[in-house]
């Protein structure tokens, strides 16, 4: 079932707090958040903002290699920030335990989640960015819930 939705259209990095605000109100209630889009489009810039708005004391930078990273808030609370562009196939997304990480209920960031189709979960915030040639950029946000199989998840794009 398909629920509410967000549309953003921004060009400076400095609308990016605003950004970041829309997208937490809308997702508040939803921990895994699966950000889609090209190489570029602002996928990891816009997590370390929502990580700031969300009072991580920490670091915040792509895992690009380690596959996860971790962040505390201030208030002792943990983020979580996967990147799967390199995953070769999802039982490596699954050896590492992502079902657990999903299942806590800690905000779950994930880059290029369309590697682990199947292992998402069934509610989520869906962050789909995009750059035009004149560099402004769109981020269209949809909170989900249930298990979309590749056609479905393809028309959303």
Not at 57 to 70: D, G, Y
Request: with cysteine.
């Amino acid at each position: 079932m398909k629920a509410p939705e967000l549309t953003i259209r921004f060009r400076d990095l400095s609308e990016l707090d605003s950004v970041a605000a829309q997208l937490l109100s809308l997702g508040n209630s939803v921990p895994v958040w699966l950000f889609e889009g090209t190489m570029g489009a602002g996928k990891t810039t816009l997590i370390k903002k929502l990580c700031s708005q969300l009072g991580v004391v920490s670091l915040v930078q792509s895992p690009t290699f380690a596959l996860v990273n971790e962040y505390q808030t201030a208030e002792g609370g943990l983020i979580y920030h996967f990147d799967f562009y390199r995953i070769k196939n999802e039982t490596e997304a699954l050896d590492m335990g992502v079902e657990e990480y999903f299942d806590a209920g800690d905000y779950c960031f994930v880059e290029w989640p369309g590697r682990i189709l199947s292992l998402w979960p069934s509610s989520y915030l869906l962050v789909d960015m995009s750059t035009d040639e004149e560099g402004e950029r769109t981020v269209r946000a949809s909170l989900m819930s249930n298990n979309l199989n590749a056609t479905q998840w393809d028309s959303l794009r």
